[in-house]
């Protein structure tokens, strides 16, 4: 049971579940930037260029025969996946950004100022009874 145990404290730290939660989410926006890019971007892109489809842009290395299929180079899919990965990489920089920005404003800050030593703090309550009187 020592090994449940320890997987399970493992498991459970913060730092665990905040990378299971942005892979989670990062997963998803990825589907998300692939259908923008598939179905929203290219279209008109290839519109404007002439009404190329880039999924079905490809070289065939080999022509199909019998049962055996062509063998393709498929740079119209390649040239998407690179566009999906640009939006994701800005995407991802300008969050990096964001929370560097914010990381330095914590830390400009000013620190507090310092407690007062224990001899401070006698001759300020003496003063302040002195007032009183």
């Known amino acids: 049971m020592g090994m449940m145990k320890e997987f399970r404290d493992f498991a459970m730290r ?3 579940v905040d990378m ?3 892979i989670v989410i990062g997963g998803a926006f ?3 930037v692939s259908s923008f890019v598939n179905d929203v971007l290219m279209p008109p892109i290839g519109m404007a260029i002439g009404g190329v489809d880039f999924s079905q842009l490809a070289i065939t290395l080999k022509e199909a025969s019998g049962d055996i299929a ?3 180079l498929n740079y119209g899919s390649f040239i998407q996946t690179v566009v999906d990965f640009v939006i994701i990489a800005f995407a991802i920089f300008m969050v ?3 929370m560097n920005s914010m ?3 914590e830390e400009e800050a000013p620190p507090a100022p310092p407690k007062p030593s224990a001899e401070e703090s006698l001759l300020t309550e003496i003063r302040d009874l002195l007032k009183k009187d």
Do not use: Y
């Open 14 to 16: 913060g730092n665990v």
């Open 20 to 22: 299971a939660v942005g």
């Open 30 to 32: 990825g589907k998300i």
């Open 70 to 72: 062509a063998v393709t």
């Open 96 to 98: 990096v950004k964001a």
């Open 103 to 105: 990381k330095k404003k």
